[in-house]
């Protein structure tokens, strides 16, 4: 007597499997336990890497040009205005009196025609409203004394501020002595200097106003040029940035 296990009684049905076959047949035309349309698990394509995103790595692209241009042009500036200012004490340095001198005390003037660079002239050092004369004494060589076409104010190494007050003149060169008084007003001092020529008068202008104004207006133009073109800069690497960003 035989029996056949692998067999169920009737024999195996048409399309039926036999009994105790492997299980990795298809289940409907698919394999078992996946449903259609729907990919194995853990094989989604694409999941979790969308394209670009995080593309951009690292920190965004430097700005230029930078800073530093815009610090550079103030300390030329800043450069220009101490030049200027000491350019402008050098050229009238040596113009104020050296020694000051009471109403009524003598003072001598050595005079050359030939040397314009040093020409004598007569200051004051009085409060406002003072009214004084100065002449030649009695006796002494007579020379020129006549009002000066402008007026300025210089300080001295002692620190008073003198005033050009005549301008001196004589026919020759030599030593002449001066007197002044005071007529109305209160005290005054009285010194012998420098006339300050047009010329070097107008190369301290230069110095004391042209360079200090050329400094500040080219530093206040390249902060503008820097500042415009890095908002630009900045613009076109956020833009940049953004698009890599965004895939």
């Not at 492997?22 to 890497?49: E, H, M, S, V």
Request: one cysteine or more; charged letters at 10%.
């Amino acid at each position: 007597m035989s029996h056949n296990f692998g067999t169920p009684p009737g024999g195996a049905g048409p399309g039926m499997p036999g009994y105790g076959t492997p299980q990795n047949q298809q289940y409907g035309g698919q394999p078992y336990g996946q449903q259609p349309g729907i990919p194995p698990y853990g094989a989604a394509p694409g999941y979790g890497a969308p394209p670009g995103y995080g593309a951009p790595q690292g920190p965004p692209p430097k700005v230029k040009p930078g800073v530093g241009g815009i610090v550079g042009a103030w300390l030329v500036a800043v450069v220009a205005v101490v030049v200027g200012v000491g350019g402008f004490f050098f050229t009238v340095s040596g113009v104020a009196p050296e020694t000051s001198h009471a109403p009524g005390e003598t003072m001598t003037v050595r005079f050359d025609p030939a040397d314009e660079a040093n020409r004598p002239a007569v200051y004051v050092s009085a409060a406002a409203g003072t009214k004084f004369e100065c002449g030649f004494p009695e006796g002494s060589a007579v020379g020129e004394l006549a009002r000066p076409d402008t007026q300025f104010t210089v300080t001295g190494t002692d620190q008073v501020a003198w005033e050009l007050a005549l301008r001196f003149g004589a026919a020759q060169a030599g030593e002449y002595q001066v007197v002044c008084s005071v007529t109305d007003g209160g005290d005054a001092r009285f010194g012998v200097g420098k006339e300050l020529s047009a010329g070097t008068a107008a190369i301290g202008v230069v110095l004391l106003v042209g360079v200090p104004v050329i400094g500040v207006v080219l530093a206040v133009i390249v902060t503008i040029v820097v500042l415009v073109k890095r908002k630009r800069a900045r613009r076109s690497a956020a833009a940049a940035w953004g698009g890599h960003y965004g895939g």
